[in-house]
């Protein structure tokens, strides 16, 4: 058995190719190899997803687990599956039902399944895992479990009861963003005896700057500025699909020798799997994109993160950031901010939570699919949990929807509080680095090269060369055939 | 403006016949018997569903463009080409010579081309011995099937180089533009395939054009495997044998009443569907099926007269047709007898052969 400590190396190296632990990996790992119900917080990039993986591999049954995207559901499972690891799986609403039968009825085969929450509370889909034996139940994100998280999921509250039904097989809940009171949120909804293995989220190897500047142009040149004299893998972050689409399109005319694309939402699936390929094979230079990139993203060397709008929460910028530099080595975020950028986000939090009317009329609503489609989905999992947790706990209506609407109240608070710890960020004189971690930690690594623009850093300064790869692209299409195939 | 052209040339085909959203319908391919009529009826099945992306808003925007520069003129359901219009098409332009073949390829087109991708690159780490790369195919029936043939190919050849050779033949037979093309919307070891974003961008064209072109090429692929499968041993069994599938389901199932010997009626009642429905279904299989006597819903005379009618108002325009007949001929049998242009000739060798 893989007890001793060389064996685990040794495993690691196998599965992973990986010679050493990262800080923090090891002692998560023996924790719930021991058995032990176990919180961990490590930085973002760090290799967490390693934490669950290689035990999952080395024991006996089923590793479920939960995950909140089915984007980067389904990118980790490719990602598995390309590094030979072939016994994985996921299971999300996507999915037709042939496609979800394949995976239940070899659910047995599989030593990783990654499950959404919704999926898991499912009759079926709850029996079948009863049938199998769990070996641990990991909560990937499990910030999602606090109200007081920045991305709260109440389908995360039910976790749970899932956790129960399965015979409270082991436990790791992960976060790279919770902060103590969202960890004392997370024991107290799961409601176990857990270990807690609390590393500090700060990153030594990103520097920290900010640029104020007056209008949309302004922002625009400084971009360009940057990026002639940086030439190294780049992500730049938008908050529209528009402007996203604009400014990739500027930026490949002002730089012909590089190859910028853009990536949102709204394109066809085939051509966001293209372009994600792209940047991951380094043939794109520069990608523009909105948040619907960043989670699966798992890139070694993004050298340079740009924020051209400004996130909603310290959460989601440090997530975002967390893209950059996940080799270890030293990386640059930068986010341009123009007066008046926050009225955005305030914007958009308007849209995620329901309006008095929209609570009022809810629940006389007796078609489900007009609802839906009347309602963002955000608000729409809001108003349909809230309504049945309270009807449970015997509130009449009336009473649910004014204990609703005090509780949207109070969730609008948070999101507006969090916009303006924000801008506060934004418009700070002091440490940027120490502000960003504070409501995370006390103390704080030494940053491994620039701390950040208030301390000892200045973007302008900055001039980053790296060696010129070949384009592959110059060739034409015998030689590019010819190298394809491997007949040079 | 590019784009707009071909719309324009589409365009001209049913002035004065049809809406011009019905070049829309066809472009998407869509699944209704009038749109496959009507493409058999003016020379259009070459582009029947040859962009099944296109969307509503970019149509309706290239319609208003068109309009804008008085190369159309619309009113109420009718329009027509203008004299500048009609000039702009007398020209050769980038569609004039190329191929596609929408009526036939259009439900395999897109299979085919994500199985010759993810062949190609599966080939490609295989070339390098690599085994684990994520595939640029996400469907799991495309990715089943190139499995079964990769597997097929590597118990009898000894490396990829004839795959390479019979991917190299198919690009021998496009143009040097064709070529760049398409090599690089490949993806591989060294190599991720372009989006036809990019593609429009490096080759400086609208990306609806790439996107014809590209199908363009796909077509001339299918009908090069089809027509010489022995030239093409591994690439031409990726394409779908499935000559005798032109027809809907529900149309088959129509299909298979009729050859039993049921009315319109008898089907109607037993499918417990529309009556138009089931004619619709009739409609197809008289355009898909050459070999199908119509004779059980018009008789030769009342074809003859429907014929005469349809010379008369130099129309296909159906209500224009119906005025110039008796209250009692029906619109279906109108469109059954424009479904067999110059039909009775053909349907009397067509009732020789069947004894
Ligand atoms: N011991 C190790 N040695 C070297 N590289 C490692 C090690 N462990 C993990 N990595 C690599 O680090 C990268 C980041 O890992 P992972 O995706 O698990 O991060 P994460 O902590 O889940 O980050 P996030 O919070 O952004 O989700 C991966 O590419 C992984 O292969
Ligand atoms: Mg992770
Ligand atoms: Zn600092």
């Known amino acids: ?488 | 403006m590019n784009f707009d052209l071909f719309i324009l040339y589409l365009l001209s085909h049913v002035e004065n016949e049809r809406t011009p959203n019905s070049i829309f319908y066809m472009l998407r391919g869509k699944k209704s018997s009038q749109a496959i009529q009507d493409a058999y009826l003016f020379k259009l099945s070459p582009y029947f569903g040859i962009y099944p992306s296109l969307h509503k808003a970019t149509y309706e925007n290239v319609i208003r463009e068109l309009e804008n520069k008085k190369l159309i003129v619309i009113d109420s359901s009718q329009f027509n080409l203008t004299k500048s219009g009609r000039e702009l098409l007398n020209q050769k332009h980038w569609f004039s010579s190329l191929f596609w073949n929408g009526q036939e390829y259009h439900q395999m087109d897109q299979s085919f081309h994500q199985k010759l991708l993810l062949l190609c690159q599966t080939a490609s780490h295989l070339s390098y011995r690599q085994s684990n790369f994520i595939p640029i195919i996400e469907g799991f029936i495309i990715q089943q099937e190139v499995r079964k043939h990769i597997q097929q190919i590597r118990n009898s050849e000894e490396d990829f180089k004839p795959i390479l050779k019979e991917v190299y033949q198919l690009f021998s037979q496009l143009t040097t533009e064709e070529a760049e093309l398409y090599s690089l919307t490949l993806t591989g070891v060294g190599q991720v395939g372009l989006s036809s974003e990019q593609l429009a961008e490096r080759f400086d064209q609208s990306v609806h054009v790439i996107r014809l072109k590209v199908k363009s090429i796909i077509h001339q692929f299918l009908q090069e495997l089809i027509n010489h499968p022995n030239s093409y041993p591994w690439l031409s069994q990726l394409v779908d044998d499935n000559e005798n599938d032109k027809l809907m389901k529900s149309t088959k199932v129509t299909l298979n009443y009729i050859k039993k010997g049921m009315n319109i009626e008898q089907i109607v009642h037993s499918r417990g569907l529309k009556r138009s429905t089931i004619e619709d279904h009739v409609i197809e299989i008289a355009t898909k099926d050459r070999t199908f006597s119509i004779r059980d819903y018009v008789s030769l005379e009342l074809e003859e007269m429907i014929n005469q009618a349809i010379d008369q108002v130099k129309s296909k325009r159906l209500k224009k047709i119906k005025s110039q007949l008796p209250e009692s001929v029906s619109y279906f049998q109108i469109r059954l007898v424009l479904a067999k242009p110059n039909n009775i000739i053909e349907d009397k060798e067509i009732e020789d052969l069947n004894v």
């Open chain 1, 1 to 488: 058995m893989y007890k001793t400590k060389d064996t685990l190396e040794e495993a690691l190296n196998i599965y992973f190719g990986f010679s050493t632990f990262r800080q923090g990996q090891k002692e998560i790992i023996s924790s719930i190899m021991k058995g032990n119900h176990t919180l961990a917080t490590l930085p973002t990039g760090s290799g967490k997803s390693i934490c669950y993986q290689l035990p999952a591999l080395l024991g006996e049954g089923v590793t479920v687990v939960i995950s909140p995207l089915i984007s980067l559901m389904v990118d980790q499972v490719k990602i598995l599956k390309s590094k030979g690891i072939k016994r994985v799986a996921a299971l999300n609403s996507l999915m037709n039902h042939q496609q979800k039968q394949q995976v239940l009825t070899h659910l047995q085969q599989y030593k990783i399944v990654f499950c959404s929450p919704e999926m898991m509370q499912q009759e079926f889909v709850l029996n079948k895992l009863k049938g199998c034996h769990i070996n641990y139940l990991v909560v990937d994100e499990a910030h999602c479990i606090s109200q007081w998280g920045h991305e709260f999921r109440p389908d995360y509250l039910k976790i749970k009861q899932v956790h129960n039904q399965l015979g409270e097989p082991t436990l790791l809940a992960l976060s790279a963003t919770a902060t103590p009171e969202v960890q004392a949120d997370i024991v107290k909804h799961l409601n176990l005896d857990m270990h807690k293995i609390i590393y500090p989220m700060d990153r030594e190897n990103i520097t920290f700057a900010v640029k104020h500047l007056d209008i949309h142009e302004d922002k625009v040149e400084a971009l360009e500025n940057l990026l002639s004299n940086n030439h190294v893998p780049t992500m730049i972050y938008f908050s529209s699909r528009k402007v996203c689409e604009e400014v990739s399109r500027l930026l490949q005319g002002k730089f012909p020798d590089k190859s910028v694309s853009y990536y949102h939402g709204g394109m066809e699936q085939e051509d966001r799997l293209l372009i994600q390929q792209q940047f991951m094979y380094d043939q794109l230079d520069i990608i523009c994109c909105t948040s619907a990139f960043g989670m699966g993203v798992d890139k070694p060397n993004i050298r340079l993160v740009i924020h051209f709008h400004i996130p909603p929460t310290i959460e989601s910028y440090i997530q975002e950031v967390g893209r950059a530099g996940r080799d270890g080595y030293h990386c640059v975020a930068l986010l341009l901010y123009q007066k008046g950028d926050e009225s955005l986000p305030f914007q958009l939090i308007g849209n995620e939570l329901p309006e008095d009317e929209e609570i009022e009329q809810f629940p006389f609503q007796e078609d489900s699919s007009y609802l839906k489609e009347l309602l963002s989905e955000t608000k729409h999992r809001f108003l349909t949990f809230q309504f049945d947790q309270w009807h449970q706990l015997g509130f009449t209506t009336d009473d649910a929807i004014s204990k609703i609407k005090s509780l949207r109240d109070e969730r609008l608070a948070v999101k507006r509080n969090s916009i303006i710890t924000m801008v506060n960020w934004i418009k700070t004189d002091s440490c940027r680095r120490k502000m960003l971690y504070q409501g995370f930690q006390d103390s704080f690594s030494s940053p491994l090269s620039f701390c950040c623009d208030q301390c000892d850093f200045d973007i302008d300064q900055w001039n980053w060369k790296e060696e010129k790869r070949s384009k592959g692209i110059e060739l034409n299409w015998e030689e590019r055939l010819r190298i394809l195939f491997n007949r040079r």
